[in-house]
């Protein structure tokens, strides 16, 4: 039986899945801080996953290449600036579509997740696959125009030159292809709590995710 089979899950696990700039990312390091939990975004795992097979020049519609790249990561990989530009995030989400892949990453997540005391973990299928039983779950979206703003913003930020229209254009390319994909496509838990930032600023949506896990808080403490 999984460690997570239990009526009272034994692990504060926080599942924070969405799409791409939603503010889930920020809103998971908020959470982290605010209940002084590890916490993992699980997307810079793809996106390394991504670099090191363009890195080596590979097919990235070779899942056993690919395979194989999950196979070799490590954590000590997952701080490099590289893996937080526009191209890496395409280059994750292409490598992501393959099953064996996810299964490469899974025991990492899992293991991540199992921390005394909890975790939060940031992604598109933590709900879903990777923590089916946390105990606080939230899905996070904002509409695709101000996603592609904010996302506009931060690579602006980084010194990448890139338009608008463009990043829209990447976001909505991703999220069909997150979505649509058959291995653990992104898409909400069924008993994850919605959160559209689109009209928040960020300490609104901060705010809004705090009072949400509060009420998950307090279920999970009663559950004997
Ligand atoms: O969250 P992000 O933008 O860094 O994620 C990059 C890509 O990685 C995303 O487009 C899909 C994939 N991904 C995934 O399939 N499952 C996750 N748990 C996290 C990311």
Redo the contacts with the bound molecule.
């Keep these: 039986m999984s460690e997570y089979a239990s009526d009272r899950p034994r692990f504060f696990v926080i599942a924070v899945?969405g799409?791409?700039?939603s503010g889930?990312?920020t809103i998971a390091t908020g959470l982290a801080k605010a209940y002084k939990l590890p916490v993992l975004?699980?997307?810079?795992?793809?996106?390394c996953v991504?670099v090191l097979m363009k890195k080596a020049r590979g097919n990235l519609d070779d899942e056993a290449a690919a395979c194989a790249a999950a196979a070799l990561l490590t954590a000590d990989q997952l701080d490099d600036p590289a893996?937080?530009t526009r191209a890496?995030?395409?280059l994750?989400?292409r490598?992501?579509?393959h099953p064996r892949v996810?299964n490469a990453?899974m025991e990492f997540?899992r293991t991540f997740a199992r921390q005394e005391g909890g975790a939060v973990?940031?992604?598109?299928?933590?709900g879903t696959?990777?923590a089916p039983d946390a105990p606080a779950k939230l899905y996070v979206t904002a509409s695709p125009k101000v996603r592609a703003h904010r996302r506009w913003t931060q690579l602006k930020a980084q010194g990448e030159r890139v338009s608008q229209k463009d990043v829209l254009a990447d976001i909505r390319r991703?999220d069909a292809?997150?979505g649509g994909?058959d291995a653990?496509p992104?898409k909400p838990a069924p008993d994850a709590v919605l959160l559209d930032t689109s009209e928040m600023t960020i300490e609104q949506a901060a705010d809004a995710a705090r009072r949400i896990v509060e009420v998950a808080r307090a279920r999970w403490n009663t559950t004997s």
Excluded: C, F, H, N
Aim: a positive charge; glycine letters at 12%; hydrophobic letters at 40%.
């Design positions: 899945d799409p791409a700039a889930k990312g975004d699980t997307g810079l795992l793809y996106r991504g893996l937080r890496a995030g395409e994750a989400s490598v992501a579509v996810r990453l997540q973990l940031d992604g598109r299928d933590i696959v990777i991703r292809r997150d994909r653990a992104m």
